[in-house]
C-alpha cells in the first residue's frame, strides 16, 4: 500500500515536472536583436584642425558589421596633410548602427581612467608625422587620454597611422601593456606639399 | 590477543557497482556469468597463513574461496545468496543478499562485536551489457579523496588514458584517448550532463564532493548512452544510500594554502524503520570558496572560485522495486585570469612575449569583471522494476536547467545601468530526457539489455554581442538500441547496436532587416559494437572490443561565428557539417592479483568527417584589430595510443606502481599531426601502507612523479607559439584514520612539491601564465553514525 502510495506521488511529480517543462517551450523562438542600450564600436572618426589655416580635414574607418567577417569600409580611412603644419585632433568613436548615431567618445571620457588612445605613426612616415596627447585623465597624477591630440607634420612623406584604443581597468599606468585592446585600426596618412 | 576476540563482524557493507571483466569460472548453472568481489579490510594485521575464508552459498551449491584482502566469485547466477565466513572469520559474517548484476563489495572487520543478518544489494546504476569488453578505469573514494578540492576534470587524470583541457587553473573538462567536450558523455548519477559542453572553457557542473566512484570508459561506448560519446564516458555515482535503518552524517572540510580555499560538504542520510522501512532520505551541501591562485613565481590575478551546491535525494527499495526522486542545483562564479583577455592577436603575441603576465596581483578573495556564473539544476525521477532476479524495467527521467553568464573584462560601451550590468553572453538551455533500460537473462547464457530514450533541448542566448555566438534552438532525439552478450566457456562475446535520430531546428535573425528566420537539420545514424573477453583463470583476462559510433555537429560546429576572446582567433562555423563517424577498435589486458595489478591497452580510434579548426590564410579585420581565422572543417583522423597500469607489492606494506600513457593524433587527410592532442606522459608512484585500524583503513603515504613530455607533434601554423617545454612534478599524497568510537580520516596532499614552474600544452591560457605551484591540500572527513545494531 504504501508502495503505491509513493508511485502515485512520483508520477503526479513527473507530470508536474513535464507539465512545467512544456509550458515554457516556446522562449527559444523569440530571437533578441542587439539590445538597443548597447554600443558597438562601428566607426573610427578622425577630425584635424589646422592651426593656421584653420582647413579641416576628416578621415573615417568604419564596420558596419560588427562582429562579422565582412570587411571594412577604408575608403575614407585616409588624411592629407599640409607638411610643416600643426593639426588640432579629434578623435571620435561612433556605433553607426543606430540611429541617431551615438558618440561613444562620450562613454571613453567617463572612463577616463580606464582608457587611453595609443597612435603610431608607420616608419615609413620617417618621423614626419608626430602625434602628442593634449588631454588627460582625474588620475593622480593625470595620465594621458588622447580623445585630442595635436599631429605635427614635417617633411612630404606617406604612411600608415596606427589608432589603438587600450582598455585597462585599474592597471592604467601611461604605458601600452597593461590591460587590452578595444580597436586596433590603421589610417593612410600623406604629408604633401 | 588477535585470536581472542573472533567476535569481529561487518560492520558496513557497500555495494558499488563495477566491474573490469565478468567471465565464467565454475560454470556449473546456465546463465551465469556475473562476478562478485569482495575487499577485505582487516582489523588488525593477522599473519600469514590466516587467510580469510568466504563461503558463497545457493541453495545446493556452494562456493569457497580463499585469501587476504581480495576474493572474486565467478560464474555466478543472478538470485540470493548467503555469505559467511569461515577460518580466521568464523561466524563473524553471515548475510542473506541479491546479486542482479556484477558487484563489488567491500566488508570491514573490526571488533565492535556486531553483526550484520541481511543485506540486499541491487546493481541498477550501471548495466555493462554490451560494454564489457571496453577498456574501463574506476576511480574509488580514495582516488578522489587524495585530489578533494580540485575541479572535477582534474581529478579524473588520476584515471590513466584520461587528461584534462584546461582553460586556467579553475576550469577543467576531462579529455578521454585525446577527446573532450562533446565527444565526451558525463553521466553523472545515472543522467546525461546537458549544458554548454562544446565549449572548451565551460567545465562540467558537477560538485565533485557528491561523486564516490568515477568510471571511465574508454573508447566508442555510446550504445548504452546514446550517440556522441565517440571519445568515451565518464560515469559518475554518489555512494549509495544505505538501506538498515539509521542516520549517516558524514562532514567532510577541506583547505588548501593555494587560493586559500576552504570547502566544506555535508552529507546526511536517514534510512527510516518499521513502517517506513526501506525509505532513505538524503540531503546534501557544498561551499567552497577560493580566491587568487598562485603559480610557482606570481599571483594569477582574479582566479577566484565560489560554489554553492545542495542536493538533495529520496529513496524508496523493497524487494522488487526502487523509486528515486533527486533533486539538484550547482551554483557557481568562477573568476577568469585578467591576463588572459586578449583584445586581438597583437595582444595576444605581445602576452607571449612576456615571461610573466604585465598584470600583477597580490591575494585577493574578490572576483572582478572577467568572470562566469553558472547555475545548473537538475530534477531526477527513476523507478526500477524486478519482474524476477534476472529481469528488470529501469525508467529515469531528467530536467535540466543550465544557465550560464559570461561578464567580460570591460564594461559594454552604454550608459544604461541595465546594459552595464549584463553578462556579454547569457545561455539558457534546458533539456528534458526520458529513458527506459529493461534487461534479462535467458537460457543458454544469453543475456539482454535493450531501451529507448528521448531528448528534447531548448536554448535561448541572450547577450551583448551584436550576433548570437551560437543561434537559439530547439532540437528532438530519440534512440534505441539492444545489447546481447553470451558467454561459451572462457570466452564473452557480446554485440549491440543502437539508432538514433536527431532533428534541430535553429532560430536566428538577419541582423541587417532584423527579420527572423529558422532552419533545419536533421541526423541520424547507427552505432554498432562487437567485443569478446577470454579468460585465462580467476585474476587474467583479455579483452577486445571493436565499435563505431557517431556524433552530430554541434550548433556551434554549425553556426558558431565570432571572436575567441581568450585565444584571440576567429571562428567561423559551416552550416553544411555532416556527422562524425569513429571506428573504435581496443585490446586490453588485464591482471589482478593480490601483489601485481596490471592494465594494458592498446587503441585506435579513426574519426572520418571529424570536425576541426582549420586555420585559413588571411586574417579576419574587425575595428578591435586583426584575428587569425579558423574555419570549421572536417577532415580524417586517427588517433591512437597505448596505456598502462601497473602495481607490485615489492615487499609487504610497500608498492611500487607506474601509469603510462602514450597517443598519437593524425589528421589523414592532410597528413600532419592533430592540434591539441595530450602529451605523452608516465608517472612513478611508491605507496607507503601501513597497519589497518579499526575501521580496517590503512594509512599510507604515497610518493608521486609525473613526468609530461613535451607535444613535438604539432601541425603547422595551426598555433601562436610552440608547445610548452616538458616537465616533471613530484607529489606527495598521505591519509590515515583516527580514533576508535568516532572515527576522523585525515588526509594530506602536495601538488607540485618542488614548486616547479611549468606551463601544459592542453592548458588554453598557457599562453599567458605558468600553472598552479606548490600546494598543500588538508582534508579531513567525519563520518558520524546513529545505528542501532542488532546483536
Not at chain 1, 582625474?138 to 589603438?164: D, E, H, M, Q, Y
Not at chain 2, 537473462?441 to 535561448?460: D, M, P, Y
Amino acid at each position: 500500500m504504501k508502495k503505491h502510495n509513493i508511485i502515485g506521488r512520483f508520477a503526479s511529480l513527473i507530470l508536474m515536472i513535464s507539465l512545467f517543462a512544456t509550458s515554457c517551450k516556446k522562449e527559444e523562438q523569440v530571437v533578441s536583436p542587439p539590445l538597443p542600450g548597447n554600443e558597438f564600436l562601428t566607426t573610427v572618426k578622425l577630425q584635424l584642425v589646422n592651426t593656421t589655416t584653420n582647413d579641416t580635414v576628416v578621415a573615417i574607418w568604419k564596420d558596419l558589421t560588427p562582429e562579422d567577417t565582412n570587411p571594412a569600409d577604408t575608403s575614407l580611412a585616409v588624411l592629407n596633410l599640409k607638411k610643416n603644419s600643426t593639426y588640432q585632433a579629434t578623435i571620435y568613436l561612433l556605433d553607426e548602427t543606430k540611429a541617431p548615431v551615438e558618440d561613444i567618445t562620450e562613454e571613453i571620457k567617463e572612463r577616463a581612467n580606464y582608457h587611453q588612445l595609443f597612435y603610431f605613426p608607420a616608419s615609413n612616415l620617417g618621423g614626419n608625422l608626430a602625434v602628442n596627447l593634449t588631454d588627460t585623465d582625474t588620475n593622480s597624477p593625470p595620465l594621458p587620454l588622447g580623445v585630442t591630440s595635436n599631429f605635427i607634420t614635417s617633411n612630404v612623406a606617406s604612411g600608415k597611422l596606427n589608432v589603438v584604443l587600450r582598455h585597462q581597468p585599474n592597471v592604467k599606468n601611461g604605458t601600452f601593456a597593461p590591460g587590452s585592446t578595444d580597436v586596433d585600426v590603421n589610417f593612410q596618412v600623406n604629408v604633401i606639399d | 590477543m588477535k585470536q581472542k576476540s573472533f567476535a569481529y563482524s561487518v560492520l558496513f557493507v557497500c555495494g558499488v557497482v563495477l566491474l573490469l571483466f565478468a567471465s565464467p569460472k565454475n560454470i556449473e548453472a546456465q546463465g551465469c556469468n556475473l562476478k562478485l568481489t569482495i575487499h577485505i579490510s582487516h582489523t588488525e594485521q593477522h599473519s600469514a597463513g590466516q587467510e580469510v575464508i568466504f563461503a558463497l552459498q545457493k541453495e545446493q551449491l556452494q562456493i569457497t574461496k580463499t585469501g587476504n584482502e581480495l576474493l572474486l566469485f565467478e560464474g555466478l547466477c543472478a538470485g540470493q545468496y548467503n555469505l559467511f565466513s569461515k577460518g580466521l572469520y568464523e561466524g563473524v559474517v553471515d548475510t542473506t543478499f541479491t546479486i542482479s548484476g556484477p558487484t563489488e563489495i567491500t566488508i570491514q572487520v573490526n571488533s565492535l562485536n556486531r553483526k550484520l543478518k541481511t543485506v540486499e544489494i541491487h546493481d541498477d546504476h550501471f548495466e555493462r551489457i554490451g560494454n564489457e569488453s571496453i577498456s574501463t578505469t574506476t576511480l574509488r573514494q580514495a582516488d578522489l579523496d587524495a585530489n578533494a578540492g580540485k575541479p572535477l576534470g582534474e581529478m579524473l587524470k588520476a584515471a590513466s588514458g584520461v587528461n584534462s583541457l584546461q582553460s586556467g587553473p579553475t576550469i577543467s573538462k576531462p579529455i578521454i584517448h585525446g577527446l573532450h567536450s562533446n565527444r565526451v558523455l558525463i553521466i553523472n548519477d545515472g543522467l546525461r550532463l546537458e549544458s554548454q559542453q562544446w565549449g572548451s572553457e565551460h567545465a562540467p557542473e558537477i560538485d565533485p564532493f557528491t561523486v564516490a566512484n568515477a568510471t571511465v570508459l574508454k573508447g566508442a561506448a555510446s550504445l548504452r548512452y546514446g550517440s556522441d560519446a565517440i571519445g568515451g564516458v565518464v560515469l559518475l555515482q554518489p555512494h549509495e544510500i544505505s538501506i538498515e535503518p539509521g542516520t549517516e552524517l558524514e562532514v567532510k572540510a577541506v583547505g588548501i594554502n593555494n587560493g586559500r580555499m576552504g570547502a566544506l560538504s555535508v552529507c546526511l542520510d536517514h534510512t527510516f524503520s518499521r513502517k517506513l522501512k526501506g525509505l532513505g532520505i538524503r540531503l546534501q551541501g557544498t561551499l567552497k570558496d577560493a580566491g587568487n591562485l598562485k603559480t610557482a613565481r606570481y599571483f594569477l590575478q582574479n582566479t577566484g572560485v565560489k560554489e554553492k551546491n545542495f542536493s538533495s535525494t529520496l529513496y524508496y527499495q523493497n524487494k522488487k522495486l526502487i523509486v528515486e526522486m533527486s533533486g539538484a542545483v550547482f551554483t557557481s562564479k568562477i573568476g577568469i585570469f585578467g591576463g588572459s583577455h586578449a583584445g586581438n592577436l597583437n595582444d595576444l603575441l605581445a602576452a607571449l612575449q612576456q615571461s610573466e603576465p604585465v598584470l600583477k596581483a597580490d591575494f585577493n578573495r574578490k572576483i572582478e569583471r572577467g568572470f562566469q556564473d553558472i547555475l545548473h539544476a537538475t530534477a531526477k525521477g527513476r523507478i526500477c522494476y524486478h519482474f524476477t532476479e534476472v529481469s528488470k524495467l529501469e525508467v529515469v527521467y531528467g530536467l535540466q536547467r543550465n544557465l550560464r553568464k559570461e561578464f567580460d573584462t570591460g564594461l559594454p560601451f552604454s550608459t544604461d545601468p541595465a546594459i552595464l550590468s549584463a553578462p556579454q553572453a547569457d545561455y539558457r538551455i534546458s533539456t528534458n530526457t526520458l529513458e527506459a533500460l529493461y534487461t534479462n537473462e535467458f537460457k543458454n547464457n544469453f543475456q539482454l539489455s535493450t531501451g529507448a530514450s528521448f531528448i528534447t533541448q531548448g536554448n535561448v542566448f541572450e547577450g551583448l554581442s551584436y550576433r548570437a555566438l551560437i543561434p537559439n534552438f530547439r532540437n528532438y532525439g530519440g534512440g534505441a538500441f539492444m545489447a546481447l552478450s553470451k558467454r561459451v566457456k572462457k570466452i564473452l562475446l557480446e554485440t549491440g547496436i543502437r539508432y538514433d535520430y536527431r532533428w534541430l531546428r535553429t532560430y536566428r535573425i538577419n541582423y541587417s532587416t532584423l527579420n527572423p528566420f529558422t532552419g533545419d537539420r536533421d541526423f541520424n545514424n547507427f552505432t554498432y559494437t562487437i567485443g569478446g573477453t577470454y579468460r585465462f583463470n580467476d585474476f587474467m583476462s583479455l579483452n577486445l572490443n571493436v565499435g563505431s559510433a557517431w556524433r552530430a555537429p554541434n550548433v556551434n560546429e554549425l553556426y558558431g561565428n565570432g571572436v575567441h576572446q581568450s585565444a584571440a582567433s576567429f571562428e567561423i562555423g559551416d552550416s553544411t557539417l555532416k556527422s562524425e563517424r569513429a571506428f573504435n577498435s581496443a585490446v586490453s589486458f588485464i591482471l589482478k592479483k593480490e601483489k601485481l595489478e596490471i592494465e594494458a591497452g592498446i587503441y585506435s580510434n579513426n574519426i572520418n568527417n571529424f570536425i576541426y579548426l582549420k586555420p585559413l590564410l588571411s586574417p579576419v579585420t574587425t575595428i578591435a584589430g586583426s584575428y587569425p581565422a579558423f574555419a570549421q572543417t572536417q577532415v580524417n583522423a586517427i588517433i591512437s595510443g597505448v596505456d598502462l597500469d601497473l602495481k607490485y607489492q615489492v615487499i609487504p606494506k610497500i608498492k611500487l606502481g607506474t601509469k603510462i600513457s602514450l597517443i598519437k593524433g593524425w589528421n589523414s587527410t592532410i597528413k600532419d599531426y592533430l592540434i591539441f592532442t595530450p602529451a605523452n606522459r608516465a608517472e612513478v608512484f611508491l605507496v607507503l601502507e601501513g597497519k589497518a585500524n579499526e575501521r580496517g583503513k590503512k594509512p599510507y603515504v604515497k610518493i608521486n612523479y609525473l613526468m609530461v613530455a613535451r607535444q613535438n607533434n604539432v601541425p603547422q601554423n595551426s598555433d601562436y607559439t610552440s608547445p610548452p617545454a616538458a616537465y616533471q612534478l613530484l607529489n606527495l599524497e598521505a591519509a590515515s584514520s583516527f580514533g576508535k568510537k568516532q572515527p576522523i580520516e585525515v588526509g594530506i596532499s602536495i601538488y607540485n612539491l618542488m614548486n616547479v614552474a611549468y606551463r601544459d600544452y592542453l592548458n588554453r591560457f598557457r599562453y599567458f601564465a605558468d600553472d598552479i605551484g606548490r600546494t598543500v591540500m588538508l582534508r579531513i572527513t567525519i563520518p558520524f553514525t546513529f545505528k542501532k545494531l542488532k546483536k
